[in-house]
């Protein structure tokens, strides 16, 4: 039987010890308000927490974080930088994420080469090497 408030007891009890993917599951609990309060402030702590141990998962949830300004402000930069992280440790997600952004941005910058931007025309290019 599926009891999520005594999965998020004891998810914190290891989140406190330092244990990356307990902050991370905890995190998501927080984030929707499953088994605990929602609280989206206390999410992003504690996917922060677990970033910084190289948990890909919490990598790519901080990472949406920031792209979207979730408790955070907006960073396409920092959000860019996570996905790369959980990316290149196998993550499905982070790896489509960059992905998108990297065809948005091959896109844009032939939109700009196409109207004669001429510094566009130079990373349409490299860009379009790249991918």
Same mark, same amino acid.
């Given at each position: 039987?599926?009891?999520?408030?005594?999965?998020?007891?004891?998810?914190?009890?290891?989140?406190?010890?330092?244990?990356?993917?307990?902050?991370?599951?905890?995190?998501?609990?927080?984030?929707?308000?499953?088994? %605990?309060? #929602?609280?989206? $402030?206390? @999410?992003? &702590? !504690?996917?922060? +927490?677990? /970033?910084?141990? *190289?948990?890909?998962? =919490?990598?790519?949830?901080?990472?949406?974080?920031?792209?979207?300004?979730?408790? %955070?402000? #907006?960073?396409? $930069?920092? @959000?860019? &930088? !996570?996905?790369? +992280?959980? /990316?290149?440790? *196998?993550?499905?997600? =982070?790896?489509?994420?960059?992905?998108?952004?990297?065809?948005?941005?091959?896109?844009?910058? #032939?939109?700009?080469?196409?109207?004669?931007?001429?510094?566009?025309?130079?990373?349409?290019?490299?860009?379009?090497?790249?991918?």
């Amino acid at each position: 039987q599926k009891d999520e408030r005594e999965a998020m007891r004891l998810y914190k009890l290891a989140a406190d010890q330092g244990h990356a993917k307990a902050q991370c599951e905890l995190g998501w609990g927080y984030q929707y308000g499953t088994g %605990v309060r #929602k609280d989206e $402030r206390e @999410a992003v &702590r !504690l996917y922060k +927490l677990a /970033a910084d141990q *190289g948990n890909a998962q =919490a990598q790519a949830y901080v990472g949406c974080c920031y792209e979207r300004g979730i408790r %955070v402000q #907006k960073d396409d $930069r920092e @959000a860019v &930088r !996570l996905y790369k +992280l959980a /990316a290149k440790q *196998g993550h499905a997600q =982070a790896q489509y994420n960059l992905g998108v952004r990297y065809q948005n941005g091959v896109r844009l910058y #032939k939109l700009a080469a196409d109207q004669g931007t001429v510094q566009a025309c130079g990373q349409a290019r490299t860009c379009a090497s790249t991918v």
